[in-house]
């Protein structure tokens, strides 16, 4: 059974930019949540996506975004980027409801 | 706001060690706790999950506690290996909220 896969696996912006991160859950999930990992700051919780629809959003400004397909593949974008968005940005899975969180290998997003 | 502290930040110990982690949360109602490990540049990988009705969770060589009356959780690794270096997070979630330790770096010394 295929895992969690986030593409790309890394990329390089400039400030002023705008990026957009894919991930594809474990078939069979319809929860895709998103995190950005920074050494600062940890793990940070940025969203959380059900049946297409955003069920929870952390605090982090409207630049980032996301969205889910029917197939539960989700994208996450950030726009205007800034140097402090440099971060690994991580997608997790789940099946329905509070539930063990499966992640992928994370998007390493370097904004110079 | 539910906050999640692991201590200590850094462990190192020679192989063949018994090891504990800690991992203690403010809000005790909990849904679930879960344990992960993460190498350096990679993803979290899932270890265990305690769900709140339960006390313990046993994965080989892991032994994962959950006292929710005491906001604590406990790692428990047994007899390390050097493949055991890593770091180990743990998260609890509530109210459609996940939160995250910093987690702990252990390495294991051959």
């Known amino acids: 059974k295929a895992g969690v896969t986030q593409t790309p696996r ?3 912006k400039t400030r002023g930019q705008q990026v957009t991160l894919s991930c594809s859950p474990i078939s069979g999930h319809r929860s895709v949540s998103w995190y950005q990992q920074t050494p600062g700051q940890g793990l940070q919780f940025l969203f959380e996506y059900f049946s297409e629809t955003q069920r929870n959003k952390g605090n982090f400004p409207g630049r980032f975004s996301g969205r889910q ?10 726009s205007t980027l800034e140097l402090g968005d440099s971060a690994l940005y991580l997608c997790a899975s789940s099946l329905a409801g509070p539930r063990e969180l499966f992640f992928g290998e ?5 904004v110079l | 706001k539910q906050e999640v502290t692991q201590i200590p930040a850094a462990l190192s110990v020679p192989e063949g060690e018994n090891l504990v982690l800690n991992c203690s949360f403010t809000d005790s109602a909990i849904y679930n706790l879960q344990w992960f490990r993460q190498d350096p540049g990679k993803g ?4 265990l999950l305690i769900q709140s009705s339960q006390r313990e969770q046993t994965s080989g ?3 994962a506690s959950l006292d929710k009356s005491s906001g604590r959780s406990t790692l428990y690794i047994a007899a390390s290996q050097p493949g055991d270096s890593a770091t180990y997070l743990c998260a609890v979630y509530n109210n459609n909220d996940m939160r995250f330790g910093a987690g702990t770096r252990l390495t294991v010394k051959p």
């Open chain 1, 10 to 12: 890394y990329l390089i």
């Open chain 1, 69 to 78: 397909f029917s197939n539960s593949r989700s994208e996450m974008n950030v």
């Open chain 1, 106 to 110: 994370g998007s390493r997003l370097t």
């Open chain 2, 44 to 47: 979290l990988t899932s270890l």
């Open chain 2, 61 to 63: 060589r892991l032994n």
